[in-house]
């Protein structure tokens, strides 16, 4: 069986499905972030704050309810779903940033429940230590 999700007026780029709360999905599309329910095919929330086109979204493997996303604005952010708000914008890059992935392996760096890595039409790959501290 397939869904159909539509973003009226808006084309998608990326979705990415929650690790931890069923059914849930996060779709980037034009300067904004959806959170989906799979299950019942609708939206529950619309998250803006990019000022440039949303190229990638991942979902925190450690937090729940905690995604990050880059945009064309050359910025990344870090996105708590429950208070539907950005907890933190970093300026990443000088240019448009095309995706980015939250470290998954506990054992190897004390640091990786934060770290966050991004890559950039600037030829460059940052990795960005921060504590997320997202209640």
Not at 1 to 23: L, Q, T, W
Not at 91 to 107: F, G, S
Request: aromatic fraction near 12%; glycine fraction near 6%; include cysteine.
């Amino acid at each position: 069986m397939v869904k159909v999700f539509r973003c009226p007026g808006r084309h998608g780029y990326a979705v990415e499905v929650s690790p931890f709360i069923a059914n849930r999905l996060a779709c980037s599309a034009s300067q904004y972030y959806g959170i989906w329910d799979a299950a019942l095919g609708q939206s529950l929330t619309t998250l803006r704050g990019h000022e440039g086109v949303v190229y990638s979204t991942i979902w925190s493997p450690h937090i729940p309810g905690c995604f990050a996303s880059v945009s064309g604005d050359g910025t990344l952010r870090v996105w708590d779903v429950k208070r539907a708000a950005c907890r933190l914008a970093v300026p990443a890059h000088q240019a448009e940033i095309l995706t980015c992935d939250w470290c998954k392996y506990d054992q190897f760096c004390p640091f990786s429940r934060s770290l966050v890595a991004s890559c950039s039409y600037d030829f460059t790959v940052r990795d960005l230590q921060r504590r997320f501290i997202i209640k």
